[in-house]
Each structure stands twice: as C-alpha cells, then as structure tokens.
C-alpha cells in the first residue's frame, strides 16, 4: 500500500513528510486522503476502537470485518449533521482466508508420530471505501488525483500471481506516470508491505528523474 508523503492544503504543501496509513492490528493497515481534519480524526477513531476490541476479546478482527464496521460508522456520520469527507484503502492479510494444507502440530499422536491438521494458509486482502460510504472488495485500487493516471496501468499489468518484486515494478510505473503528468509534487511516497509476518515500511527510491512521453 503506498501513500503520498505531502500534506496540502489548496496548492501549499504544509509537510513533505507525512504519514496517511494507520495500523489497525498487526497484520491490518488503512490509508486515507480527504479533508486535512477528518482523515486524521476518523483514522485515530477507527483505530481506537479496533484496539479496544482486541483488547476486550484477546483477538483481532479480520481485515474484512474492520472493513464492515468502518464503512458502517462511515454511513451513520453520513446520516449525521457532520459526515466525514474521508476516502479510503483498507488492506490486510487474512490469516483465515485461502486454501486449508496440511501442517505438523507439535502433538504426538497415539503412534508416537506428529499429528497433522489443516490451517489455512492465509490470503490478501484489499478493499475500497468511499466518503459515501460505498465499499468493494478489489484487487487494486486508488483514490484522489491519483486514480485517474494509475488504474488503467494497474488494469493492464495486475494479475492475481504478481509478487512484491512485480508489484514494486508496477509501483515505480505509477509514480513515474504522476510524476509525468500531475502537475503536483507529491513529495515521493510512503510504501508499506502487509503479509503473514505483519505490516512493514519498504523502502522506495523514486529519485531518479522521468522523461516526458
């Protein structure tokens, strides 16, 4: 998941290094973009009552549950006299999606042998929620100026194999379209990695100068 690192307001730039993600659980992040004070507000809202339910439970909700209850509390403050003009991704590694396979346990059987069970082998996912409340579960996705130069490169080169070095690659081809195009300095961008293992910062070097088409 990769996010701007400049923080605007109209045409100035106010930081050149900000961070538009937030840490849901271990193995869940959510980025945003929309008004300067209801990202920030909503993120951290979200963010605490996530936390308060791990807590209260000693578990952690799925990257699709978090996805419903953000999107409902996105809806009832849309039928509220203060909606939040927020936009945005919400991404995780499922630890009970995908395919089950069979694992060793550290149990002996009655045979003297390690017994076997099925576990799941865990699964991305990635959805997309609007200031209106709307929700899609994709297999890629962008908000803000950004979505109009990025998704039809990542219509064209997406495929549900890809791994992180072909999604690095893909990555650097978005920035450098913006860089071609948007007449934004958006500052570089802030890149991190949600696997089986937990969130990550991945470094991305996006320096180097674009020639024009």
């Known amino acids: 998941m990769a996010a701007s690192k400049a923080a605007m307001r109209g045409a100035t730039i106010l930081k050149a290094s900000d961070d538009k993600t937030r840490a849901l659980t271990k193995h869940t ?68 999606g995908g395919e089950e396979k069979e694992v060793e346990g550290k149990e002996e059987g009655k045979e003297g042998g390690p017994v076997k069970k099925l576990e799941k082998e865990g699964k991305p996912r990635l959805y997309w929620i609007d200031y209106l409340a709307s929700q899609a579960e994709v297999p890629y996705a962008a908000h803000g100026y950004a979505q109009y130069y990025c998704l039809s490169i990542l219509d064209k080169h997406h495929h549900p194999n890809v791994d992180l070095d072909q999604g690095m690659k893909i990555l650097k081809m978005c920035s450098d379209e913006l860089k071609r195009r948007l007449p934004i300095d958006f500052k570089g961008l802030t890149v991190k990695l949600m696997s089986k293992d937990g969130i990550r910062e991945v470094e991305f070097d996006d320096s180097a100068p674009v020639k024009m088409a």
Request: hydrophobic share 40%; charged share 20%.
């Open 29 to 96: 992040l959510m980025s945003f973009s929309g008004e300067a004070g209801d990202t920030v507000q909503f993120a951290e809202y979200i963010q605490a009552n996530i936390a308060l339910y791990s807590m209260r439970n000693d578990s952690d909700l799925s990257p699709g549950a978090i996805a419903s209850f953000t999107r409902g509390e996105l809806g009832r403050a849309l039928r509220s006299r203060s909606p939040y003009q927020v936009n945005l991704l919400l991404g995780g590694w499922d630890v009970l």
